[in-house]
Protein backbone atom coordinates (compact mmCIF):
# COMPACT_ATOMS: atom_id res chain seq x y z
CA UNK A 1 0.00 0.00 0.00
CA UNK A 2 1.17 3.36 -0.84
CA UNK A 3 2.15 5.73 1.82
CA UNK A 4 4.45 7.15 4.05
CA UNK A 5 6.89 4.54 5.90
CA UNK A 6 7.56 6.75 9.22
CA UNK A 7 9.96 4.25 9.98
CA UNK A 8 12.59 5.18 7.81
CA UNK A 9 14.90 8.58 7.64
CA UNK A 10 13.13 11.66 6.02
CA UNK A 11 16.16 13.01 3.88
CA UNK A 12 16.00 16.47 2.15
CA UNK A 13 17.09 17.44 -1.10
CA UNK A 14 18.51 20.24 -2.49
CA UNK A 15 16.02 21.70 -5.33
CA UNK A 16 16.90 24.27 -7.91
CA UNK A 17 13.93 26.17 -9.03
CA UNK A 18 14.18 27.97 -12.90
CA UNK A 19 11.05 30.19 -13.99
CA UNK A 20 11.18 30.33 -17.68
CA UNK A 21 9.24 33.53 -18.98
CA UNK A 22 9.85 36.29 -20.86
CA UNK A 23 7.90 38.62 -18.78
CA UNK A 24 7.98 37.39 -15.14
CA UNK A 25 9.94 38.79 -12.12
CA UNK A 26 10.41 38.11 -8.62
CA UNK A 27 8.01 40.04 -7.42
CA UNK A 28 4.80 38.66 -9.81
CA UNK A 29 6.41 35.10 -10.27
CA UNK A 30 3.95 33.82 -8.20
CA UNK A 31 4.45 29.80 -9.58
CA UNK A 32 7.81 29.93 -8.84
CA UNK A 33 6.84 31.67 -5.45
CA UNK A 34 4.25 28.51 -5.01
CA UNK A 35 7.68 26.10 -5.67
CA UNK A 36 9.75 27.62 -3.82
CA UNK A 37 7.33 27.88 -0.61
CA UNK A 38 5.85 24.03 -1.01
CA UNK A 39 9.81 22.66 -1.63
CA UNK A 40 10.64 24.52 1.79
CA UNK A 41 7.61 23.30 3.34
CA UNK A 42 7.95 20.24 2.97
CA UNK A 43 11.63 20.04 4.66
CA UNK A 44 13.74 20.21 1.26
CA UNK A 45 16.30 22.93 1.10
CA UNK A 46 16.31 25.57 -1.77
CA UNK A 47 19.43 25.45 -3.70
CA UNK A 48 19.31 28.12 -6.00
CA UNK A 49 16.69 30.02 -7.60
CA UNK A 50 16.45 31.45 -10.91
CA UNK A 51 14.43 33.35 -13.72
CA UNK A 52 15.25 32.82 -17.84
CA UNK A 53 13.43 33.55 -20.72
CA UNK A 54 12.38 31.33 -23.42
CA UNK A 55 15.65 30.82 -25.13
CA UNK A 56 16.66 27.37 -25.32
CA UNK A 57 20.35 27.87 -25.21
CA UNK A 58 20.20 29.39 -22.40
CA UNK A 59 18.09 27.11 -20.75
CA UNK A 60 20.40 24.47 -21.62
CA UNK A 61 23.47 25.95 -20.37
CA UNK A 62 21.89 26.82 -16.94
CA UNK A 63 20.77 23.35 -16.64
CA UNK A 64 24.30 22.08 -17.70
CA UNK A 65 25.61 23.72 -14.61
CA UNK A 66 23.08 22.15 -12.33
CA UNK A 67 23.40 18.81 -13.10
CA UNK A 68 27.21 19.39 -13.06
CA UNK A 69 26.48 20.33 -9.84
CA UNK A 70 26.84 17.33 -7.25
CA UNK A 71 24.97 19.95 -4.56
CA UNK A 72 21.84 20.54 -6.93
CA UNK A 73 19.51 16.74 -6.66
CA UNK A 74 16.33 18.00 -8.36
CA UNK A 75 15.95 20.94 -10.83
CA UNK A 76 12.23 22.42 -11.01
CA UNK A 77 11.04 24.19 -14.13
CA UNK A 78 7.96 26.29 -14.38
CA UNK A 79 6.77 28.01 -17.85
CA UNK A 80 7.85 27.44 -21.55
CA UNK A 81 5.72 24.01 -21.72
CA UNK A 82 3.13 24.71 -23.92
CA UNK A 83 2.82 24.48 -27.79
CA UNK A 84 3.55 28.16 -28.78
CA UNK A 85 6.49 29.06 -30.76
CA UNK A 86 8.12 30.77 -27.46
CA UNK A 87 8.00 27.56 -25.61
CA UNK A 88 11.05 25.21 -25.67
CA UNK A 89 11.27 24.33 -22.00
CA UNK A 90 10.90 20.68 -23.23
CA UNK A 91 12.87 20.99 -25.93
CA UNK A 92 16.18 22.12 -23.49
CA UNK A 93 15.39 19.75 -20.89
CA UNK A 94 15.69 16.71 -23.63
CA UNK A 95 18.74 18.14 -25.09
CA UNK A 96 20.67 17.75 -21.97
CA UNK A 97 18.75 14.46 -20.01
CA UNK A 98 20.42 11.48 -20.34
CA UNK A 99 16.82 9.35 -19.70
CA UNK A 100 13.25 10.46 -19.91
CA UNK A 101 10.68 10.01 -17.40
CA UNK A 102 8.02 9.69 -19.42
CA UNK A 103 5.62 8.65 -17.48
CA UNK A 104 5.76 11.98 -15.34
CA UNK A 105 4.33 13.79 -18.15
CA UNK A 106 1.60 11.17 -18.82
CA UNK A 107 0.84 10.78 -15.04
CA UNK A 108 0.62 15.12 -14.76
CA UNK A 109 -1.79 15.33 -17.45
CA UNK A 110 -4.75 11.89 -16.27
CA UNK A 111 -4.25 13.62 -13.16
CA UNK A 112 -4.85 17.24 -14.43
CA UNK A 113 -7.75 16.54 -16.57
CA UNK A 114 -10.13 16.33 -13.74
CA UNK A 115 -9.58 19.59 -12.63
CA UNK A 116 -9.43 21.03 -16.82
CA UNK A 117 -10.63 18.30 -18.84
CA UNK A 118 -8.87 18.55 -22.31
CA UNK A 119 -7.18 21.41 -21.61
CA UNK A 120 -4.81 19.02 -20.36
CA UNK A 121 -3.58 18.48 -23.70
CA UNK A 122 -1.53 21.73 -24.26
CA UNK A 123 1.17 20.34 -21.58
CA UNK A 124 4.20 19.50 -22.74
CA UNK A 125 5.26 18.37 -19.39
CA UNK A 126 8.33 16.25 -18.77
CA UNK A 127 10.90 14.73 -16.73
CA UNK A 128 14.29 13.41 -16.95
CA UNK A 129 17.61 12.90 -15.29
CA UNK A 130 21.07 13.46 -16.11
CA UNK A 131 24.40 12.68 -14.06
CA UNK A 132 22.29 12.13 -10.90
CA UNK A 133 20.22 15.00 -11.17
CA UNK A 134 16.32 14.50 -11.75
CA UNK A 135 14.92 17.46 -13.75
CA UNK A 136 11.59 18.16 -14.12
CA UNK A 137 9.32 20.43 -16.48
CA UNK A 138 6.18 22.09 -15.36
CA UNK A 139 3.51 24.29 -16.86
CA UNK A 140 3.66 27.69 -15.82
CA UNK A 141 0.34 28.41 -14.17
CA UNK A 142 0.58 28.31 -9.91
CA UNK A 143 -2.51 25.85 -10.15
CA UNK A 144 0.06 23.55 -12.07
CA UNK A 145 2.57 23.79 -10.44
CA UNK A 146 0.62 23.13 -7.03
CA UNK A 147 -0.94 19.94 -8.68
CA UNK A 148 2.48 18.60 -9.71
CA UNK A 149 3.53 18.90 -6.59
CA UNK A 150 0.52 17.80 -4.31
CA UNK A 151 -0.42 14.72 -6.32
CA UNK A 152 3.18 13.91 -8.31
CA UNK A 153 6.39 15.09 -6.42
CA UNK A 154 6.04 15.70 -2.79
CA UNK A 155 5.81 11.69 -2.79
CA UNK A 156 8.50 10.59 -5.25
CA UNK A 157 11.41 13.16 -3.53
CA UNK A 158 10.14 11.99 -0.28
CA UNK A 159 12.17 8.94 0.99
CA UNK A 160 10.00 7.95 3.05
CA UNK A 161 7.14 7.01 0.37
CA UNK A 162 6.33 3.42 -0.36
CA UNK A 163 6.29 1.25 -2.23
CA UNK A 164 9.38 3.00 -3.93
CA UNK A 165 10.54 6.82 -4.85
CA UNK A 166 12.63 8.91 -6.57
CA UNK A 167 14.80 9.81 -3.68
CA UNK A 168 15.40 6.41 -2.47
CA UNK A 169 17.05 5.74 -6.25
CA UNK A 170 19.46 8.96 -6.06
CA UNK A 171 22.07 6.86 -5.20
CA UNK A 172 22.06 4.71 -7.78
CA UNK A 173 21.10 7.27 -10.71
CA UNK A 174 25.11 6.83 -11.47
CA UNK A 175 25.71 3.29 -11.53
Not at 98 to 114: D, Q, T
Request: charged share 20%.
Amino acid sequence: MAGLDLTRLFIPLRVAILTVSDTRTRANDTSGNTLAELVESAGHHLGERLILPDDQGRLEAQLRTWIADPSIEVVLATGGTGVTGRDVTPEAFAAVWEKEIPGFGELFRWLSYSKIGTSTIQSRACAGVANGTYLFALPGSTGAVRDAWEDILVHQLDSRHRPCNFAGLLPRLCE
